[in-house]
């Protein structure tokens, strides 16, 4: 198995994937209480980025956070939401134990909530 790390959002709310989502990926350094972003992406038509986060060269062991940016998809497919939003950027942080295997990280969310999990 190749080292990757991928993620895919859906609305469950709408039960349909979340399409031009920006995602950011940064590296956590906890030791200096340091974050470096790595990389931002957008989601496709299905909810996933076009290539992986991170590849196997790319991908080390450590502490990362994707930051879905929920908000500005939200205040295009609902119309009768309060301001500020309930949800708007969603920060999900993880450590990456083996850099040999993939990692998957799905946003399952509505404008009330959501859930992630390591998928594979």
Not at 3 to 29: C, F, S, Y
Request: overall charge negative; proline content about 6%.
């Amino acid at each position: 198995m190749v080292g990757k790390l991928t993620t895919h959002v859906l609305d469950t709310a709408q039960g349909r994937p979340v399409a031009h989502l920006k995602i950011e990926l940064w590296q956590i350094n906890s030791e200096i209480g340091e974050r470096t972003l790595l990389k931002t992406a957008i989601t496709n038509k299905d909810g996933r980025t076009d290539i992986p986060l991170l590849t196997e060269t790319e991908l080390n062991q450590g502490i990362y956070e994707l930051v879905f940016a929920v908000g500005d998809y939200f205040k295009t497919q609902y119309e009768s939401l309060d301001y500020p939003l309930f949800l708007d950027n969603i920060p999900i942080r993880f450590g990456i134990a083996n850099p040999t295997v993939a990692y998957h990280v799905p946003l399952l969310v509505s404008p009330w909530s959501y859930s992630t999990y390591r998928g594979s």
